[in-house]
Every structure is written in structure tokens, then in C-alpha cells.
């Protein structure tokens, strides 16, 4: 028992000469749990929903009325149903709300007319909400008005409920849980291949004395930045693909079988991007326990935060600013854009060049970090 408390404290004392290992290990939980508590629902709120009320009635304003006081949509009003379906597939809604001209004249014949609602099926999160809490439409307060019975008619039949709710999934109609996740997987993936392995590189290097040893060689700095983060940008491009096939043969995933060019394009921003990162936390760490824990730090709340299981819109308005500084956000919605929602290159150029941004800056980051840190 002695020599296990020895060697406990030992390690306590190779703790304490690593003051900034410290700080990590007691600051970034603490802020984490702040972050999530504040930021993660299982519930949404208050996520964009397109509407088109051609029946412009007493009655479909208490549809209305109904969806926007349970508190998970925020209504907005479009041309036609065509505009509801492409704003969902751009990302500007999450869901969408289509009442026909005749929903009154239907009420008033008690034929049950159809309300139609449409939801974003690349979102896991919405698809549940919606299967859990379509009911409260149909509610008795929203449709007790909405019976009529004319005392003279023979025979009338009053259908159980004055309307119908009539949801369609859009992009996955089977509701697969491994397309809702299998796209964002494969950028977690190649974020932990990329970010841990390149930001590990050089600290290794370091601790093993031989650093010095690289600088001295004929080398160029530059060379020395290339032939350290190469092996790695190989290691991801191929690990991105292979995912990608293997996902589309074990789970059917949707491929393109044609067009890669915006595939290629997301791939190498999105890993020229972590790679640069990496790197740059890789000059600012003294060990490769440091350079390992600030690489979690940013996993985790990039998996979190960036719309990948929860909605960004969903997450409090001082959150959000946090989810669009995290590469991950842009990766998410372009791979589901292409892979599930069928969207062009030019659909989603916003996020493609938010996307470039950010391997710009974290290259310019990383190579004037990675100069200093050799000077």
C-alpha cells in the first residue's frame, strides 16, 4: 500500500510541474458544463418554419395560433408549397406548414380536409419532436369550433377529427437513424484522425529530443510543415472515403456516383482546415497530454454544438454564435446537403466559403505560430 501512495504521489507531483496541464484539466470541464447546460435540449424551440395559408380563415389561423404557442416553431410566410420544400432543402427552415384554399368549404362539409406539414428529415432531433407532439395540432381546443352539423341532413357522420395532419419526412422518408447520423460521423471521424494526430506531431518530436535534430537538417521550415502534416492529409482523405463507401454498402447511404468535384472540395477544406489547427495547437502545447486534451476540448463541442444531433436554431441566442465558429457546423450542413438533400455546389457556396475561411485562417495560424515556435 505504501508503494502505491508513493507512486500516486509522485504522479501528483508530475502534475504540478505542468501548471498549464492544471488549468486545462480544471478550467475547460467547468466550461463545458456551463456551455451544455446552457445550450443542449432534447426539446426544440423556436426553429424556422415556412408557411403557406391560402385559406387565409379563421380556422387556419387557429392552426397557426396552435403550432406557434407550443414554443418549437417560429413561423414564416412563402409564395407557394414549391418555396416551403426549397427552403428546407437550403436550410433556411427546418419544417414547413401547406393549408389549401378549400380547407373552410371542407370544414363546413365535414369532409376532413388534409393539412400538409413537411419536416427536415436530415434532422434526428425534429423528427422525433414532431412524431411526439403532432397530436397537440389536433388537439381538442384547436378543433372544437371547427365541427359543424346541420340539424336537417339525414344520416350525417361527423369524422372523429374535423381534419388531418398529414407529415412528410423530406430527404428521409423511412426515418434511417444511420442517414441522420452517418454523415456528421464521418466528419467526427476524420476530425479525431486529423486534429489529435497532427496536434500530437510535433510535441512527440519534443519529447523524444529530436526536434533539434530535424531543424538542423538541410530541411526547409516549410519542408519541415509539409512533410510533418502529409502523411496525415493522406491518412484523412482516405478515411473520408472509405467511410463514405462503406457507409453507402452497409447502410445504403446515399453516393454520388457522379460529380465529385464538391465532395473533393469539402473533403480537402475541411482537412486542410483541422490539419492547420492541429498544428497550431501542436506550438502551443509542451506535451503531447496538453495538445491532446486541447484537441477534445474542441471535439467535443463541435459534436455538440454544430447542429449535428441538435438544431442550431434550437440552442439560446447567445449560443449560437459559439456553433458558427466551429468548422464542423459548415461540414455538417454541406454533407447532408449533398448526400441527402440532393443540393448543388451553388446551393450551399455560403457554407463552402465559410468553410475555406477557416483553413485560411488556421493555415496563416499555423504557420506563423509554427515559424515562432522553431525560431
Same mark, same amino acid.
Given at each position: 500500500?505504501?508503494?502505491?501512495?508513493?507512486?500516486?504521489?509522485?504522479?501528483?507531483?508530475?502534475?504540478?510541474?505542468?501548471?498549464?496541464?492544471?488549468?486545462?484539466?480544471?478550467?475547460?470541464?467547468?466550461?463545458?458544463?456551463?456551455?451544455?447546460?446552457? $445550450?443542449?435540449?432534447?426539446?426544440?424551440?423556436?426553429?424556422?418554419?415556412?408557411?403557406?395559408?391560402?385559406?387565409?380563415?379563421?380556422?387556419?389561423?387557429?392552426?397557426?395560433?396552435?403550432?406557434?404557442?407550443?414554443?418549437?416553431?417560429?413561423?414564416?410566410?412563402?409564395?407557394?408549397?414549391?418555396?416551403?420544400?426549397?427552403?428546407?432543402?437550403?436550410?433556411?427552415?427546418?419544417?414547413?406548414?401547406?393549408?389549401?384554399?378549400?380547407?373552410?368549404?371542407?370544414?363546413?362539409?365535414?369532409?376532413?380536409?388534409?393539412?400538409?406539414?413537411?419536416?427536415?428529415?436530415?434532422?434526428?432531433?425534429?423528427?422525433?419532436?414532431?412524431?411526439?407532439?403532432?397530436?397537440?395540432?389536433?388537439?381538442?381546443?384547436?378543433?372544437?369550433?371547427?365541427?359543424?352539423?346541420?340539424?336537417?341532413?339525414?344520416?350525417?357522420?361527423?369524422?372523429?377529427?374535423?381534419?388531418?395532419?398529414?407529415?412528410?419526412?423530406?430527404?428521409? /422518408?423511412?426515418?434511417?437513424?444511420?442517414?441522420?447520423?452517418?454523415?456528421?460521423?464521418?466528419?467526427?471521424?476524420?476530425?479525431?484522425?486529423?486534429?489529435?494526430?497532427?496536434?500530437?506531431?510535433?510535441?512527440?518530436?519534443?519529447?523524444?529530443?529530436?526536434?533539434?535534430?530535424?531543424?538542423?537538417? /538541410?530541411?526547409?521550415?516549410?519542408?519541415?510543415?509539409?512533410?510533418?502534416?502529409?502523411?496525415?492529409?493522406?491518412? $484523412?482523405?482516405?478515411?473520408?472515403?472509405?467511410?463514405?463507401?462503406?457507409?453507402?454498402?452497409?447502410?445504403?447511404?446515399?453516393?454520388?456516383?457522379?460529380?465529385?468535384?464538391?465532395?473533393?472540395?469539402?473533403?480537402?477544406?475541411?482537412?486542410?482546415?483541422?490539419?492547420?489547427?492541429?498544428? $497550431?495547437?501542436?506550438?502551443?502545447?509542451?506535451?503531447?497530454?496538453?495538445?491532446?486534451?486541447?484537441?477534445?476540448?474542441?471535439?467535443?463541442?463541435?459534436?455538440?454544438?454544430?447542429?449535428?444531433?441538435?438544431?442550431?436554431?434550437?440552442?439560446?441566442?447567445?449560443?449560437? /454564435?459559439?456553433?458558427?465558429?466551429?468548422?464542423?457546423?459548415?461540414?455538417?450542413?454541406?454533407?447532408?446537403?449533398?448526400?441527402?438533400?440532393?443540393?448543388?455546389?451553388?446551393?450551399?457556396?455560403?457554407?463552402?466559403?465559410?468553410?475555406?475561411?477557416?483553413?485560411?485562417?488556421?493555415?496563416?495560424?499555423?504557420?506563423?505560430?509554427?515559424?515562432?515556435?522553431?525560431?
Amino acid at each position: 500500500m505504501k508503494l502505491i501512495l508513493a507512486m500516486a504521489k509522485k504522479e501528483f507531483l508530475q502534475l504540478r510541474r505542468d501548471p498549464r496541464l492544471i488549468g486545462f484539466i480544471l478550467f475547460f470541464p467547468v466550461l463545458l458544463m456551463i456551455l451544455f447546460g446552457l $445550450a443542449l435540449k432534447l426539446e426544440p424551440e423556436n426553429v424556422r418554419m415556412a408557411y403557406v395559408d391560402n385559406d387565409q380563415s379563421l380556422f387556419s389561423n387557429l392552426i397557426k395560433t396552435s403550432i406557434w404557442s407550443e414554443g418549437y416553431f417560429t413561423l414564416y410566410e412563402v409564395d407557394n408549397e414549391a418555396a416551403i420544400i426549397r427552403d428546407i432543402q437550403l436550410g433556411k427552415a427546418r419544417a414547413g406548414l401547406f393549408i389549401s384554399s378549400t380547407f373552410s368549404a371542407a370544414l363546413f362539409e365535414n369532409s376532413q380536409p388534409s393539412v400538409q406539414m413537411y419536416v427536415d428529415g436530415t434532422m434526428p432531433s425534429l423528427a422525433t419532436a414532431m412524431d411526439n407532439n403532432k397530436h397537440s395540432i389536433t388537439d381538442d381546443s384547436v378543433t372544437n369550433d371547427m365541427y359543424f352539423l346541420d340539424p336537417d341532413a339525414d344520416n350525417v357522420v361527423i369524422p372523429p377529427d374535423p381534419f388531418v395532419l398529414d407529415v412528410e419526412v423530406l430527404f428521409n /422518408p423511412d426515418k434511417k437513424e444511420t442517414w441522420f447520423f452517418l454523415p456528421g460521423v464521418v466528419g467526427v471521424l476524420i476530425m479525431q484522425v486529423s486534429l489529435i494526430l497532427t496536434a500530437t506531431a510535433v510535441v512527440r518530436e519534443k519529447e523524444n529530443n529530436t526536434l533539434e535534430q530535424l531543424i538542423a537538417s /538541410p530541411l526547409s521550415k516549410t519542408g519541415f510543415i509539409a512533410g510533418k502534416i502529409l502523411p496525415y492529409v493522406i491518412i $484523412a482523405f482516405i478515411d473520408f472515403y472509405l467511410i463514405l463507401l462503406l457507409g453507402a454498402w452497409l447502410f445504403d447511404l446515399p453516393f454520388p456516383a457522379t460529380n465529385q468535384g464538391p465532395l473533393f472540395l469539402l473533403a480537402l477544406a475541411y482537412v486542410a482546415g483541422l490539419i492547420a489547427l492541429g498544428v $497550431a495547437i501542436s506550438t502551443i502545447s509542451q506535451t503531447q497530454q496538453q495538445a491532446i486534451f486541447l484537441s477534445i476540448f474542441f471535439l467535443i463541442p463541435s459534436i455538440l454544438l454544430s447542429g449535428f444531433i441538435f438544431p442550431v436554431e434550437a440552442m439560446p441566442g447567445y449560443i449560437q /454564435p459559439v456553433s458558427w465558429l466551429l468548422p464542423f457546423t459548415y461540414f455538417v450542413e454541406i454533407i447532408r446537403g449533398l448526400l441527402l438533400k440532393g443540393n448543388s455546389m451553388s446551393d450551399l457556396v455560403v457554407d463552402y466559403l465559410a468553410l475555406l475561411g477557416f483553413a485560411t485562417v488556421f493555415t496563416w495560424l499555423s504557420i506563423v505560430r509554427f515559424r515562432k515556435y522553431l525560431d
